[in-house]
């Protein structure tokens, strides 16, 4: 996967590596834009991970994405899940600005977001 200098920030992670499970470093604060794209990925751990921005992830399968309770801000379409009918958990704490339902939307065939059912 490709980091800035510093280890803050994802920047990319190779769309054809054929891991399920995707575990970001501890020093990653930053899912940048783009950085997550892959037909493999069922999870994906993000456990420093403070900001995510607009469509820092596409993936077709993922199941579980599990992200920091140091979660500070959370981008509009910042998941776009094209082939999964339920995400969760996708743990997000609630002091986090985050817009749930229109990161919902973006997820193509999404019917359940955290056990909630989505509105179209």
Same mark, same amino acid.
């Given at each position: 996967?490709l980091? $800035?200098?510093?280890?803050?920030?994802?920047? $990319?992670?190779?769309?054809e590596?054929?891991?399920?499970?995707l575990?970001?470093?501890?020093?990653?604060?930053?899912?940048? $834009?783009?950085?997550?794209r892959?037909?493999y990925?069922?999870?994906?751990?993000?456990?420093?991970?403070?900001?995510v921005?607009?469509q820092?992830?596409?993936?077709?399968?993922v199941?579980?994405?599990?992200?920091?309770?140091?979660?500070?801000?959370?981008?509009?379409?910042?998941?776009?899940?094209?082939?999964?009918?339920d995400?969760?958990?996708?743990?997000?704490?609630?002091?986090a600005?985050?817009e749930?339902?229109?990161?919902a939307?973006?997820?193509?065939?999404?019917?359940?977001?955290?056990?909630?059912?989505?509105?179209?």
């Open positions: 996967m980091l $800035s200098k510093d280890g803050k920030t994802l920047y $990319s992670y190779p769309a590596a054929r891991a399920t499970t575990s970001v470093p501890e020093t990653v604060e930053t899912l940048s $834009s783009f950085s997550i892959s037909k990925l069922v999870k994906i751990v993000a456990p420093s991970v403070k900001v921005q607009e820092a992830v596409e993936a077709l399968n199941g579980s994405i599990e992200l920091s309770e140091k979660l500070e801000v959370v981008w509009t379409n910042s998941f776009l899940i094209r082939n999964a009918l995400v969760g958990p996708v743990k997000i704490p609630n002091d600005k985050v749930r339902a229109k990161n939307y973006a997820c193509a065939r999404l019917e359940r977001f955290n056990g909630e059912a989505i509105e179209r």
